[in-house]
């Protein structure tokens, strides 16, 4: 499986943006797809999931109320859509995909992509 991830870039404050993860070769042993984001200096957290075979999406604490996530599964595609972005939004994205429950962990997921920066300017 992998991962491409894309969409990020400069934007300022309150703008939106929506980051795109298509994944190659994707199985049935990598069902869930999430994205997680790593601010400088700071630990990797988790901002969203879904699943390719179903919905009820999951959102952690950065996503709730301004972040949804998508699926097209006919094009093995993953979109973060972001709105009302804000300075602390800055970050590192990275879509990842994996199998399990526990998909706020960072340890389900055995793919990873190369990760793409969003900054938010004041």
């Known amino acids: 499986v992998q991962l491409q991830a894309s969409g990020g870039g400069l934007v300022r404050t309150g703008d939106s943006l929506r980051l795109s993860c298509v994944a190659y070769g994707r199985t049935l042993n990598t069902d869930v797809m999430g994205w997680f984001r790593q601010a400088p200096g700071k630990e990797r957290e988790f901002v969203a999931a879904?699943?390719?075979?179903?919905?009820?999406?999951f959102y952690g604490d950065p996503a709730k109320g301004r972040f949804t996530i998508a699926r097209d599964n006919a094009k093995s595609t993953v979109y973060l859509n972001m709105n009302r972005l804000q300075p602390e939004d800055t970050a590192v994205y990275y879509c990842?995909?994996?199998?399990?429950?526990?998909?706020?962990?960072?340890?389900?997921?055995?793919?990873w992509g190369q990760g793409t920066l969003v900054t938010v300017s004041s």
């Open positions: 879904i699943r390719w075979s179903s919905d009820g999406p």
């Open positions: 990842a995909a994996g199998g399990g429950d526990l998909v706020v962990y960072s340890t389900t997921y055995d793919y």
